[in-house]
């Protein structure tokens, strides 16, 4: 497994923009699927996009695609969601999620090491 720690998060209003980081160690972060996944009060841990090994492909949920952009930097051990236009129905704990990179980017279950989650708050 590998450690992960987020930062970035915070309060931001409507229409604005955040960069969550997610810093990566104790294991070999380029062989490693990498996702990030929220979620809000009183509802279920959601996926929210996913980037393969190499970065050459990522995926999104219907609620945030075209918003929202995964990136890695794997020389910095570290994985990006940068979120833009953003809405008050984005307010969840965010989590960084690493996977040995079997199985279905968008469930759960593939992911085996996971961050402490990150607050971002969208004020309307």
């Known amino acids: 497994q590998v450690q992960l720690v987020e930062s970035g998060g915070g309060l931001v209003q409507a229409g604005g923009s955040l960069r969550l980081s997610c810093a990566a160690s104790?294991?070999?972060?380029?062989?490693?699927?990498m996702g990030w996944f929220r979620q809000a009060p009183g509802k279920e841990r959601k996926f929210v996009a996913g980037?393969?090994?190499?970065?050459?492909?990522?995926y999104y949920g219907d609620s945030v695609n075209v918003r929202f952009i995964i990136s890695r930097d794997n020389a910095k051990n570290t994985v990006y969601l940068r979120m833009n236009s953003l809405k008050p129905e984005d307010t969840a704990v965010y989590y960084c999620?690493?996977?040995?990179?079997?199985?279905?980017?968008?469930?759960?279950?593939?992911?085996?090491?996971w961050g402490q989650g990150i607050q971002v708050t969208v004020s309307s």
């Open positions: 999620a690493a996977s040995p990179g079997f199985g279905d980017p968008v469930r759960e279950y593939v992911y085996d090491s």
């Open positions: 104790g294991g070999t972060f380029s062989r490693y699927l």
């Open positions: 980037i393969t090994s190499s970065g050459g492909r990522t």
